[in-house]
């Protein structure tokens, strides 16, 4: 119908997106066969099927095991070059993408490999694309400023960094050096804040580590105070409906808050988190949460007018897309 084609092609950024988890499971099998790396998995079939999760760790599991198969330039800048193919298809004109290197340092792989696959890949895309480098919340400080540090050299490939992983008894202000040295870079600020952990995780990362936007922040909701905060301030949320619902921190669409988030005053968008896990690119979600709930094409153009607003742009790149 009229809404559904207006949600699937109107210009849209994208600004909550992990690289590995845009990794098909036909990717990954075509990577470990050439790589020569084994998998738990029979079949592409059987690895889909595993797709079924009860929480964040049970998809982080499955998604650092997938991304086992990453080793040479060119596996990143295929992984790459695939989504940014879907982001266009789904008219995304601009994309700020997470990627982990954490996870393929600790498998012998450079951080130069990661950077310079995943950045060639943007450069070669007719979509606008930025990278965030993103800790592992679940590994220590320490290791986190090691991890920058080794990425200097490479400082002009990517613009910021973000804080994923499992987020419950891993709170931001553990992080808080690592992101007080970012930003003496002029590195953009964003975490992962209130997906299963609590409200004050959200103010942490905003008091604690000045980050720029809140990755899900669904939670805020469950604190009255903050959701004022936000508004006011209007920090954005970069919300991911179909993650939400797979890592059942909704149990149905139907559940989700962002038509709450919305009339709150809320600077939501809509993302897609790992496209390849959870059922969907970034159009998918609109779809999906634009079906369940009560949500119009009013909704649909402040949500594309906050994706651009929300993005680490120049004030005159975001006035060419408003
Ligand atoms: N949350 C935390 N860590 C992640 C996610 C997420 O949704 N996706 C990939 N790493
Ligand atoms: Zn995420």
């Known amino acids: 119908d009229e809404l559904r084609r207006i949600l699937r092609t109107m210009p849209k950024a994208e600004l909550h997106i992990h690289i590995e988890g845009s ?7 075509e990577l470990a066969q050439r790589n ?17 999760f009860s929480d964040l760790q049970s998809f982080l599991d499955i998604y650092y095991a997938g991304a086992s198969v990453l080793l040479t330039e060119q596996d990143f800048y295929d992984m790459t070059a695939a989504y940014l193919r879907r982001a266009q298809a789904d008219n995304v004109r601009h994309a700020e993408i997470f990627f982990d290197p954490q996870t393929h ?3 012998g792989v450079p951080i130069g490999t990661v950077i310079d696959g995943i950045w060639r890949a943007c450069q070669d ?24 540090e080794e990425a200097i050299p490479y400082r002009d490939k990517f613009i910021g ?12 202000e553990k992080f808080a050096r690592v ?5 003496n870079l002029g590195l953009h600020l964003v975490a992962h804040a209130g997906e299963e952990g609590p409200p004050a995780y959200i103010e942490s990362a905003l008091d604690v580590l000045n980050v720029e936007r809140i990755d899900h922040g669904v939670r805020c909701l469950d604190d009255p105070e903050l959701v004022q905060r936000l508004a006011r301030e209007q920090m954005a949320l970069t919300v991911c409906p179909l993650s939400n619902v797979k890592l059942r921190v909704f149990d149905v669409m139907g559940d989700h808050s962002l038509r709450r988030l919305l009339d709150a005053g809320l600077a939501a968008t809509v993302n897609s988190d790992d496209p390849a896990y959870f059922g ?16 119009d094409v009013s909704h649909a153009h402040q949500l594309a007018r906050n994706s651009f607003a929300a993005a680490f742009l120049e004030p005159e790149q975001k006035r060419a897309y408003l």
């Not at 084994?38 to 690895?47: H, Q, T």
């Open 125 to 148: 895309s007719p979509v606008n694309a930025s990278l965030i480098l993103c800790f592992l919340r679940h590994l220590s400080e320490e290791e986190a400023i090691a991890t920058l």
């Open 179 to 183: 992101f007080e040295r970012a930003r």
């Open 36 to 52: 020569g790396v084994s998998l738990a998995y029979p079949s592409v079939e059987a690895l889909r099927r595993a797709y079924d």
């Open 105 to 107: 340092t600790a498998r």
């Open 23 to 29: 990794l098909e499971p036909e990717l990954i099998f």
């Open 280 to 295: 969907g690119y970034v159009n998918d979600n609109y779809e999906a949460a634009f079906e369940a709930l009560p949500l």
């Open 161 to 172: 960094v973000g804080l994923d992983s499992s987020e419950v008894g891993h709170p931001p």
